[in-house]
């Protein structure tokens, strides 16, 4: 397998300065910078995972290019948003399936911010069609939900599924099914948190690929319930 020595303190550094100066001009001037020490240690981590994640399912992409690939890009969509910083001010990917087309599939993730890290898997914002059928899937009495919260290594590394929720129950649940609280999330995932110090191990790429694996009860259930190989 691919070796990664884990992210240099230089990354890090990075993302703090950039902070502090978010701005094009202060980009401009870092740009060479910024690919030394952001985009080719997360192509090099995203090359040394594609072996540890095949050996998990051969159905989820990992695309070290930092366009179009598995890295997610730095630029800020400012549009619609009352923050105008054009950057973003970690560092991201997502390892998505590959019948997914958007942040929005089933994926594995990792997110590297100066003051936070954290990785795993799960499904965030799904759109209606397929959060249907995951609540359905959940509400079935034999449809496998209690297996994946109930596995103990998933429960040992994230504390079980997590994920924002509705208020209420969704139209067409029953409001006292033993599970109404999953039913009335709108994303599903475990997540793993560590300090940013931890990305700096040697042994990182080893710790994200065990979280993965960890993963496997959630992400095999959501990649099936919608209707998709894993």
Sequence with gaps: ??????FSPA???????????????????NKDRYKAEVVAPLSS??????????????????????NGGSMFRIYKDVRFSKDKRPYKEHGAVQFRHAAGKDAHAPGYYVHLAPDEIFFGGGIWLPPSPQLKAIREAIAKPDGGWDKVIGDRDFAKTFGGVHGDGLSRPPRDFDKDHPHIEDLKRKSFFGMRREAPDFALRPDFVEAVGATFRAATPLMRFLTRAVGQPF
């Design 45 to 66: 981590f995203i090359e040394a995972m594609a072996p540890r994640l095949g050996a998990i399912s051969a159905h989820f992409v990992a695309d070290p290019r930092p």
């Design 11 to 29: 990354f890090f550094a990075f993302f703090r300065e950039l902070a502090a100066h978010n701005d094009r001009d202060w980009f401009n001037a």
């Design 1 to 6: 397998m691919t070796d990664f020595p884990g």
